[in-house]
């Protein structure tokens, strides 16, 4: 069987004592075994990693941007095959894969303008004969963490600003879909990074534990589900490392009385059960203003998913594949009884859904559910299928409480004629991404993604600018050349004892 090893320093890691098993979750079977390494693998990494960065760093931001250039080129040149990889471990549709892939790439494409970005600030005569100028420097050594829902954008998302910026940097991605960042880091080779710049070790706790203890490792770029989230940030932080983590989320479709229905069906039925459910920035709750509204979101919404098609990933027509893996499949279907149990009304149930020649995969049909409350735990924690909650809410004040006072405050949706009501929805909001008219409304690559409350720890956002900011660290220089003359501080009777001011 197919031995999915470790990527350390343009080789293959340490071999390992312990494996996890991966699934193809369209038909149920193993197809490949993980290695699961150690601190002793880790520090491989870090040891090659200390080799290669200050060679790096010391290179021209040019030079390291025509790498991105290099790569960007050679990912695109195979990305039908790389999508392919992709959806074999994960289960999304081909199509879902390459999207996965391409907004990765565009961070990709954010990152060959780095000389741009990185140019620091300069005060000309901040002082007498004074100058002060800033630099951004990379941090060293940074880490990435990331989770199965999407192994093409979230490593590109780190790695990207991580490597422009002239660090090294090290990716522990999702044991259940490990294969691609593989490819991603052999590619960067390719493309003309020095080894030991770009790593991929594979693990779970254990080695994600070795990467919060390691003390050369200075950064660490998190991003999952909330509880793990939590815990990596408070264990990152303790060992004194700058760490941002990305946790779960619940985002709401707030459906005004004026809205476009058809519309809004569409772009919920994609939002809410494309690539299963299995988004951070997925709608698994919609919330109706009025009854009017409700009663005729819920006639158009169940043909639509009826219509829906659920297949194999490489089915060019499904809309949605398997979810990814067998475990997951039981979590999901046990929050779909947790809902009935609590006394929503299963409108749609897509349990026991099952694909002819693909028994043993693991599909769920779409769920819909209706009359939703806040006190149900099935709409307090995030489920992370294709499963849609409806709440009703009676008026604008109402709908706008429910996601500022969800636990996750990931993304949120607005769909609305009126700009006046959008405008204030968007002010208020107590959530870090927000759509008008948008369902998904993942930020460009230029801008940065986030959430508030328990959707993340840290401050700093994930690629644009607040990427290059998470990856460096400034430096001011506050400059004075005397040239034994009038101007030199020194003899202009200034007393040094006394704390020096520009007044
Ligand atoms: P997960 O939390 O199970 O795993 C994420 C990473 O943590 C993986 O690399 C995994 O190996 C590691 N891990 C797992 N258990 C651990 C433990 N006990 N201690 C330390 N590390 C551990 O998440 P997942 O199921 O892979 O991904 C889905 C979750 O990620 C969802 O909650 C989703 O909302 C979230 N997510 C969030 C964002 C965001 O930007 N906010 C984006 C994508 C996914």
């Known amino acids: 069987m197919r031995v999915i090893d470790h990527f350390i320093s343009g080789r293959a890691g340490l071999p390992a004592a312990r494996f996890g098993d991966v699934f193809d979750p369209n038909s149920g079977a193993v197809q490949a075994r993980v290695e699961l ?6 520090d491989g990494a870090v040891q090659a990693a200390l080799k290669a960065q200050p060679g790096w760093a010391a290179t021209n931001p040019q030079r390291r941007a025509r790498v991105m250039f290099n790569f960007k080129a050679l990912v695109e040149a195979r990305i039908d095959e790389l999508a392919h990889l992709l959806s074999s471990e994960h289960g999304k549709v081909i199509a879902d894969s390459k999207g996965d892939i ?27 004969g004074i100058d002060v100028y800033s630099m951004r420097q990379p941090i060293g050594i940074g880490a990435g963490i990331t989770p199965f829902n999407f192994p093409g954008m979230i490593p590109l998302w780190m790695c990207g600003p991580a490597i422009a910026t002239g660090n090294a940097f090290i990716i522990k991605p999702s044991e259940r879909d490990p294969s691609l960042p593989n490819v991603l880091a052999e590619l960067f080779l390719e493309a003309g990074l020095p080894a030991g710049i770009c790593q991929v070790v594979h693990g779970d706790k254990e080695m994600v534990d070795a990467i919060l203890d390691h003390p050369a490792i200075g950064a660490v770029s998190f991003v999952g589900s909330s509880e793990i989230a939590h815990y990596v940030y408070r264990r990152g932080v303790a ?18 009385p004026d809205a476009d229905l058809d519309q ?15 988004r951070c920035m997925a709608l698994p709750v919609v919330v109706p203003v009025g009854e009017k509204t409700a009663i005729a979101l819920r006639e158009k919404l169940i043909p639509a998913m009826a219509a829906l098609r659920v297949g194999v990933s490489t089915d060019a027509d499904a809309h949605y594949g398997p979810v990814v893996t067998a475990a997951h499949k039981a979590r999901i279907e046990s929050w779909i009884q947790t809902g009935v149990d609590e006394g929503a009304e299963l409108v749609v149930d897509g349990r026991g859904f099952t694909l002819q020649g693909h028994e043993a995969g693991f599909f769920i049909g779409p769920t819909l559910f209706d009359h939703v409350t806040t006190e149900m735990e099935a709409y307090k924690e995030e489920i992370f299928g294709p499963v849609l909650q409806m709440v009703r809410a009676p008026d604008f004040e109402t709908a706008l409480r429910l996601p500022s006072e969800h636990q996750y405050g990931n993304g949120v949706a607005i769909f609305t004629r009126n700009g006046h009501a959008a405008r204030e929805f968007a002010a208020r909001v107590n959530v870090g991404m927000v759509g008008i008219n948008v369902p998904i409304p993942v930020p460009v690559a230029y801008h940065s993604f986030g959430g508030w409350k328990r959707s993340a ?8 600018m607040e990427g290059v ?10 400059q004075r050349w005397p040239d034994g003359g009038a101007n030199d501080l020194a003899g202009d009777g200034a007393n040094s004892f006394v704390i020096p001011t520009m007044g």
């Open 37 to 42: 390494g150690d601190a002793a693998v880790l």
């Open 469 to 478: 900011k998470f990856w460096t660290k400034v430096k001011t220089v506050t």
């Open 102 to 128: 391409q907004r990765g790439l565009e961070v990709i494409e954010f990152c060959c303008g780095i000389p741009h970005v990185l140019k620091g600030e300069y005060t000309q005569g901040a002082g007498p």
């Open 264 to 278: 809004v069906v569409h772009d919920l039925s994609g939002a809410a059960f494309g690539s299963a459910g299995e």
């Open 457 to 464: 720890f840290g401050d700093t956002n994930q690629h644009g």
């Open 239 to 256: 060992a004194g490392k700058r760490v941002q983590a990305m946790g779960g989320a619940k985002n709401h479709g707030i459906v005004m």
